[in-house]
C-alpha cells in the first residue's frame, strides 16, 4: 500500500530563518511527486512535480528536490505571506490516483 | 478561465436529507476526482473518472454516488446524509492523471 509521511507537523520560523520540510513515500514506481500550498479555507494550489530521483525545482523562496525514498521543500528567506500548510502526495504507474500526507504546517513569524 | 468551481460553497443538512454537489472545470480535463478532507486525516479520495461516463470508487467511496454525465462536469451526491460526513470536500481535475488542479471547496455540516 502507498504511504506519504511528512514532517514536521507543524514548524514556526521567524522570518527570513530558512528552512526543510520533509516527505517521505512508499510507493511500488513513483510516477510523479507533487507538492502543493494550502491556505486556511480554500483548496490545494499546486506547486510543483517532481519526476526522477535528483530532480529539483525552483519557485521564488521554494525549492523541491526529490531523492529515492524522500522529497524536500527547502524554504530560503521565507516571508510571513509563506504561511501556509504544504502537502504533498504520490502517484504510481498504472494508479490514476494521488497518495497525501497530512501536511507540515508552516507559520512564518514577522 | 475559470478552472476548477464548486457548488455550492457552504452546507448544512440534518441526518437523512440528500443532496448534490457539483464540480465543473474549463480545462478540458478528463480526470476528475472527489476528496473529503477531515483533520488529521489529510484529503482521502471519493470517486473519481477518467473521463466521461466513467467512474470509479476510491479511498472512502461508502455513502457517496458520483455521475459524469459530461466531460466538464463530476457530480457527488449524499443520498442520506449522516453526521459522519460533516468535512470539507474537494474536486479536482488533471490531465492524463498528471498535476490535479483543486477547486475552492464545500463546507458540509450535517447534524
Known amino acids: 500500500e502507498d504511504q506519504v509521511t511528512q514532517s514536521p507537523e507543524a514548524l514556526r520560523l521567524q522570518e527570513g530563518e530558512s528552512s526543510s520540510l520533509n516527505c517521505s513515500y512508499t510507493?511500488?514506481?513513483?510516477?510523479?511527486l507533487f507538492w502543493y500550498r494550502q491556505d486556511p479555507g480554500k483548496g490545494p494550489e499546486f506547486l510543483f512535480t517532481?519526476?526522477?530521483a535528483g530532480e529539483e525545482k525552483e519557485k521564488e523562496r521554494l525549492k523541491a528536490t526529490l531523492t529515492k525514498k524522500e522529497s524536500f521543500l527547502h524554504i530560503t528567506a521565507p516571508k510571513p505571506e509563506d504561511s501556509a500548510t504544504y502537502l504533498c502526495?504520490?502517484?504510481?504507474?498504472?494508479?490514476?490516483?494521488?497518495?497525501f500526507g497530512t501536511g507540515t504546517r508552516l507559520t512564518i513569524i514577522p | 478561465n475559470a478552472g476548477v468551481t464548486q457548488t455550492p460553497k457552504f452546507r448544512v443538512l440534518k441526518t437523512g436529507q440528500s443532496m448534490t454537489l457539483l464540480c465543473a472545470q474549463d480545462m478540458n480535463h478528463e480526470y476528475m476526482y472527489w476528496y473529503r478532507q477531515d483533520p488529521g486525516m489529510g484529503l482521502r479520495l471519493i470517486h473519481y473518472?477518467?473521463?466521461?461516463?466513467?467512474?470509479a470508487k476510491g479511498e472512502v467511496p461508502d455513502g457517496y454516488n458520483v455521475s459524469r454525465l459530461k466531460k466538464q462536469n463530476f457530480l457527488l451526491g449524499l443520498e442520506s446524509a449522516a453526521p459522519s460526513q460533516t468535512s470539507v470536500y474537494f474536486c479536482?481535475?488533471?490531465?492524463?492523471?498528471?498535476?490535479?488542479?483543486f477547486g475552492p471547496g464545500t463546507r458540509l455540516t450535517v447534524t
Open positions: 502526495a504520490a502517484s504510481n504507474f498504472g494508479n490514476e490516483k494521488l497518495t
Open positions: 510507493v511500488s514506481g513513483l510516477r510523479g
Open positions: 479536482a481535475s488533471s490531465y492524463q492523471g498528471q498535476s490535479q488542479y
Open positions: 517532481l519526476y526522477s
Open positions: 473518472s477518467v473521463g466521461e461516463g466513467t467512474t
